[in-house]
């Protein structure tokens, strides 16, 4: 069975910094891209940022210069470091990732459960 779990959610105060991780564990043989999402109350789930399996990277045009995500694929995970964050940047965020299951014959989407940032102004 396939999981990924997120950490690192918090409440902060408005110009801090957090750092979100998120493992992916279970039998899998392959991991493409990842990436994570964000969903504020009364809102749709937004892409905040994604990375390749070759690192490479895109971002939401509202956290650029502000959110750097990475990746370590021999721990299967995925990092987002937020800095300079806003009250608006507060949300459930969650991890995604594309990857193949070692019994499987292709990839699907995989969702982790969501941890909540909270940014006081």
């Known amino acids: 069975q396939v999981q990924l779990v997120e950490s690192g959610g918090g409440l902060v105060q408005a110009g801090g910094s957090l750092r979100l991780s998120c493992v992916a564990s279970?039998?899998?043989?392959?991991?493409?891209?990842m990436g994570w999402y964000r969903q504020a109350p009364g809102k749709q789930r937004e892409l905040v940022a994604g990375?390749?399996?070759?690192?490479?990277?895109n971002y939401a045009d509202s956290v650029k210069g502000r959110f750097t995500i990475s990746r370590d694929n021999a721990k299967n995970t995925v990092y987002l470091q937020m800095n300079s964050l806003e009250p608006e940047d507060t949300a459930v965020y969650y991890c995604?990732?594309?990857?193949?299951?070692?019994?499987?014959?292709?990839?699907?989407?995989?969702w982790g459960q969501g941890t909540q940032v909270t940014i006081s102004s």
């Open positions: 990375i390749t399996s070759g690192g490479r990277t």
């Open positions: 995604n990732a594309d990857l193949q299951e070692s019994r499987s014959v292709r990839s699907y989407d995989y």
């Open positions: 279970g039998s899998i043989l392959r991991i493409n891209a």
